[in-house]
Structure formats: structure tokens, C-alpha cells
């Protein structure tokens, strides 16, 4: 029920009738009274205001007759029906977010949508009582201030993963919960202190990435990547006094290739002769979906040159906005100090689930259940557009969780991704990746929420739009 408070100046000549209709009236046009909203019966509006029933009646009436309520007999009076403040022209409404990597923010994932885990492979009532159970023990903790690094058992349970799974030799000190990778990537630019320097980033590359190193002030340089990744000999005669490179070595986002040993040693000497530093966005490296994944760059590294960043958000999911990352022992003082000031680490339920889910071995049976699952339907994929693609659509490879689809030239991917929203399919278009004016024009399709039943109609209408 409607709870608003009503002022009634009973000095005025208005009377309490025609003030009880305005104030209402005017609680529903400024939108605290929502549609739909029951109003309090006459008796009870007309005990909580010192009047008569009869006055309470008198307001409902006119309300009712201007269509602001509704009068539903016995199941009482409700706020009528009305525009929204959003759909106003007044001028308010909010601008989207990065259009080209999102969509309508908590949403059910679309056909082909990037970025997000499968919602019919993960075990919810599982993690359920996982997460009531941490929750009820974090409510019955003693009331003090958490670990602003992350929760103690997490960052324990994180480096013990990263040794099994990354090669990562480190101990609990050097890791950090964040908010997500986002929430890394901003204390890893605050805390190495580079100012208006410098910085590499692969093109094509992460835009959200880019974006960021702009916002701080920084000189972003593009450098080209190929079969082997990175090339840092490109990088080297792009931008030579560059003190940061941010590279996803594990599976090129969005390309999907493993940066080569060859190049990974190249990259790592170039920081330490040049005093720069290497960020290592470690994107879907523990779901190679062929083979076994490569060991992380941070595993090379021998000088302390490179901090290392993960994140749950494709394996458990985006909405935990749980991240970590590894830092060089010297560091971490210096990066916990930060944290504590600036960036501490996301609520301790969250965190004290995902360390059990870790521990408990429930993290690794996921993560082999869905690699499984999503090779599977990687295939179906790429068999269905198979048996539909033709030129001047093809095709052209696969890359990690999605799998690209090529388009001409002079076609618009940005375009045709927009108006296939309208159907229900949120394919990401490749261009907005790079930064070289030569960019590839392309479909990125993700491959971990395709429904098998309806894949040939979705394949189908794409390919329909991308002709």
C-alpha cells in the first residue's frame, strides 16, 4: 500500500478536501507515487489525517473522475495507469552506456551476446545454499571493518587456483579482490603512478580498456597484433617511450589467438630494460575450449614487471562484479595501502562463496562442465552458419567464446547489430575494436547462451541482415 504523507493547513481557505485531492495528484505526477500503487482505504486516510470519511471520499472521487486512481470496489483504490518521467521529453534521461559492448543493463542474455556465462549451465542451487550459508555466518561475524585487500580465505583460496591452473607462483599477500576487472584496471593505473605517459593496447582491443587509459590521461598507442600475438617490434617503433602494455596473451580479446612464447619473452624484456609495466588481462584463459590453456604470462616473469588480472565474471557471473589481481611482492604494500584509501574489496558474502566454491573443488567441476558445453555448441554453431553462409558473408574463425563472422567492406557492422536487436539477437560488431582506420568489419557471435532449438531461424535472420 501507498504510504505518502499528506500536510493539511486547516488555516487555509482550500478546503481539506481539495488539499487531499492536490497532494495525491501531485505525488502521482512526480512519479512517488507509482502506477499502480494501492491508495489507503477512506477510513484509514481519514483516522491518520483527523477527518471525516466523507472528506477522504470527496478527494478519491475527483481523483477517480481525472483519471489519476482507479476505483476497484472492494479491492480498494489504485494510482492509475500513466507515462512514465522516463518517457518525458524533459530532458532527464539518461544517455546508454557504451552501446557497442552492452545492452539493456540486467537483462536476460540474448542469442549470439558476448560476455556473459551460460545461464542453463551453472549450478544455482548449489551456489545458493552456498552463498545463504556464507551470508547468515558474515551476519553473525562480529561488526568490524573486512580486509579492504579482500577476504583473507578468497585470496588464499585465488593463489592456490593460479598455481594449479596459470602457473602462477604466488602467495595470498600478492593478491587483491577488486570489483570486477574494471575495478583492477583502475587500481593498477592509480597505484603504478604513470601519469600522462605512454601505453600500448592491441589493436583490435578491449574498448572499455582503451577508454579507461584515456580517462587517466594516458597517450594510448595501438599496436597491431597477429597470428602470435602482440607484435612488440611494431609497438617498439609505434611508441618507444611507453611505460605500460595491457595485453590479453592468454586468448586475444576479441581474435582469440595465444600470444607465443617467443613474443611473451620479447614483451617482458622489453619492460624490464625499459623500466615499463605489462598488464596482463588474463581474458577466458581458463576456457580454452581446445587443448590445454597456456601458462600466464605472469608465470615468465622474473623481474617483477607484471601484475596479472582475473575475474569470475565468464565463469560464475558478471553480476558478482568480483575480480582480482596479482601483484609483485614489492608492491603489495603499496597497492594494499590503495585499496584500503580508495578501491576496497566488494562485499564479504560474495567473496567468502566464491573462496568456498573454490575450496570445495566446485569452481574446477564447473569450469570442465561448461568448457565441455561450450565446444558443443561452438560446433553446432559454426556448422549451421556453415550450411547457410555464402558470399559476401563467410565464416572466417573462431575466437575463444564466439566466433567471427566476416562482412565486406563497405558494409556497417555497427549497423547491422543494432537492427538485429530488434529480433532478439545481440551479435557485437568487430569494428568498434580497433583504432586504425584499416579495421576489419565483422560479427562477433557468442556462443554460451545459443538456444540449439531456434539456432537455425536465429543463424538464419542474421545472415538475412548481414546481406
Known amino acids: 500500500m501507498a504510504v505518502f504523507p499528506i500536510q493539511l493547513d486547516r488555516a487555509r481557505r482550500t478546503p481539506l478536501a481539495a488539499q487531499i485531492y492536490c497532494a ?13 500503487a494501492r491508495l489507503p482505504s477512506w477510513r484509514d486516510l481519514a483516522a491518520q489525517l483527523g477527518v471525516s470519511r466523507g472528506t477522504v471520499r470527496v478527494a478519491y472521487e475527483r481523483l477517480i473522475t481525472e483519471q489519476f486512481a482507479i476505483g476497484l470496489g472492494p479491492a480498494g483504490t489504485r494510482v492509475a495507469e500513466r507515462p512514465s518521467r522516463s518517457s518525458m521529453p524533459d530532458g532527464s534521461q539518461e544517455v546508454p552506456l557504451l552501446p557497442d559492448l552492452f545492452y539493456e543493463f540486467g537483462s536476460a542474455p540474448r542469442a549470439f551476446q558476448m560476455g556473459v556465462p551460460s545461464q542453463d549451465a551453472f549450478p544455482f542451487k548449489l551456489w545458493s545454499r552456498i552463498l545463504t550459508r556464507q551470508t547468515r555466518l558474515v551476519a553473525a561475524a562480529p561488526v568490524t571493518y573486512p580486509d579492504p585487500r579482500g577476504d583473507p580465505e578468497l585470496r588464499k583460496q585465488v593463489a592456490a587456483y593460479l598455481g594449479l591452473a596459470r602457473g602462477i607462483r604466488c602467495s595470498a599477500s ?4 577488486t570489483g570486477g576487472f574494471s575495478g583492477a584496471l ?8 604513470l601519469g600522462r605517459t605512454g601505453a600500448w593496447i592491441e589493436d583490435p582491443g578491449f574498448p572499455l580498456t582503451r577508454t579507461a587509459l584515456v580517462l587517466a590521461g594516458m597517450s594510448v598507442a595501438a599496436v597491431p597484433v597477429d597470428a602470435e600475438g602482440l607484435d612488440v617490434a611494431a609497438g ?8 605500460l602494455a595491457v595485453v590479453t596473451p592468454g586468448q586475444q580479446a576479441p581474435l582469440g589467438m595465444t600470444m607465443s612464447l617467443q613474443r611473451r619473452l620479447a614483451l617482458i624484456a622489453w619492460a624490464r630494460q625499459n623500466g615499463a609495466w605489462i598488464i596482463e588481462d588474463d581474458y577466458l584463459s581458463e576456457l580454452q575450449l581446445k587443448g590445454r590453456a597456456a601458462p600466464a604470462l605472469a608465470s615468465l616473469d622474473h623481474a617483477g614487471r ?6 569470475f565474471s565468464k565463469t560464475i557471473s558478471p553480476a558478482l562484479r568480483l575480480g582480482f ?21 566488494p562485499a564479504a558474502a560474495v567473496q567468502r562463496a566464491v573462496a568456498e566454491f573454490l575450496r570445495e573443488g566446485c569452481y574446477l567441476r564447473h569450469l570442465r562442465r561448461t568448457k565441455r558445453l561450450y565446444a558443443a555448441r561452438r560446433e553446432t554453431l559454426l556448422r549451421c552458419l556453415g550450411e547457410m553462409a555464402s558470399d559476401p558473408v563467410e565464416v572466417q574463425a573462431t575466437a575463444g567464446l564466439a566466433v567471427i563472422l566476416s562482412l565486406p567492406d563497405l558494409a556497417s557492422d555497427v549497423d547491422i547489430a543494432s537492427r538485429a ?12 575494436w580497433y583504432m586504425q582506420p ?30
Open 325 to 345: 589481481m596479482v601483484v609483485p611482492q614489492e608492491l603489495s604494500g603499496p597497492f594494499g595501502e590503495l585499496a584500503a584509501c580508495l578501491a576496497p574489496a
Open 186 to 193: 583502475g587500481l593498477a593505473i592509480q597505484g603504478l603512478q
Open 236 to 243: 617498439v617503433r609505434t611508441a618507444p617511450g611507453a611505460t
Open 24 to 36: 495525491i495528484r501531485d505525488g502521482i505526477e512526480n512519479g512517488r507515487l507509482a502506477s499502480g
Open 306 to 311: 607484471v601484475l596479472h588480472i582475473g575475474s
Open 438 to 467: 584499416s579495421r576489419q568489419k565483422g560479427l562477433l557471435l557468442g556462443v554460451t547462451n545459443l538456444n540449439e532449438r531456434r539456432l537455425p531461424a536465429d543463424c538464419r535472420r542474421l545472415l538475412e541482415l548481414a546481406r
Open 421 to 432: 536487436l530488434q529480433f532478439g539477437l545481440a551479435p557485437a560488431p568487430l569494428s568498434p
Open 174 to 177: 600478492q593478491v587483491l579482490i
